[in-house]
């Protein structure tokens, strides 16, 4: 398994509270990993830390083989870290188009922009009818399609996903879901964050559980499928 990235004792937190107490995870380079948790355990703030959006305070993340553990987000973003954050933050006020042409800012994106928008528009057709429609009138699987869209836009090599299907009605979480498989299938590495645990074990290769900043488990998942302590804590069998 070739690594994307490397994740060694990290801490993270807000002033003096520390969220993330020593997490250590590999995500394979085109592939899914997961990090399911239930609400609080610090899935967002795992997230937040590997983009960038949280200060330094321990441990070490080395990306394609380069530390980038001080590095802030634009930089990440730069190097092909991006960020779907939790709650879409979507520019209301701005149309489809714009939300969109704000993802591939970035200097290596920008010169793809034309031919990442075509691919945008080929698994988010929806996006294309609005393109003209401000973000704020999107539905809530519109604007995740859209921010999902505004990272691919950012030509990202790793994508960090944060709980994407988070309050959407079920028939399009699972269209949401089955999108990023194909983004694999792209070159993408994903990082995936998630409290499903059955939808994210069917497209996962290989899950961290996270339990209040610290992993609890860990495996392939169809190891974790037949884990009778994950099975207990998490699937309700
Ligand atoms: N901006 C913040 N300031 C202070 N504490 C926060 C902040 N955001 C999250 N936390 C705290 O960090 C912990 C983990 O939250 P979070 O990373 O959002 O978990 P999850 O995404 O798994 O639900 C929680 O106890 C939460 O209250
Ligand atoms: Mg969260």
């Known amino acids: 398994m070739t690594p994307s990235l490397l994740v060694t004792d990290l801490t993270a937190g807000y002033g003096e509270v520390q969220v993330l107490k020593g997490v250590s995870l590999t995500a394979r380079s085109q592939g899914v990993t997961a990090v399911i948790g239930s609400n609080g355990a610090g899935k967002s703030t ?18 394609e083989g380069q ?31 714009e939300n969109l042409t704000i993802g591939a800012v970035n200097p290596r994106a920008r010169a793809d922009r034309d031919n990442t928008l075509e691919t945008v528009f080929d698994f988010f057709p929806r996006l294309k009818e609005r393109r003209s429609q401000l973000g704020g009138t999107l539905s809530g699987g519109e604007q995740q399609m859209l921010a999902l869209g505004r990272g691919l836009m950012a030509n990202p090599k790793l994508l960090l996903l944060d709980e994407p299907t988070l309050g959407l009605a079920p028939g399009i979480a699972k269209q949401i879901f089955q999108i990023i498989p194909s983004l694999v299938k792209l070159g993408l590495s994903v990082i995936l964050a998630e409290q499903d645990v059955h939808k994210t074990l069917a497209i996962a290769d290989y899950v961290y559980v996270l339990e209040n900043g610290t992993i609890g488990a860990e495996g392939l998942s169809a190891d974790l499928q037949n884990d009778q302590r994950i099975k207990d804590a998490y699937l309700g069998a």
Request: overall charge neutral; aromatic content about 6%; glycine content about 10%.
């Open 46 to 63: 795992l997230m937040r830390r590997l983009a960038g959006l949280l200060p330094h305070t321990g441990g070490q993340i080395t990306f």
């Open 67 to 97: 530390d980038i553990s001080t590095l802030a987000s634009h930089d990440l973003v730069a190097r092909g870290v991006v960020l779907v954050p939790e709650g879409r933050l979507i520019f209301s006020d701005m149309t489809v188009f």
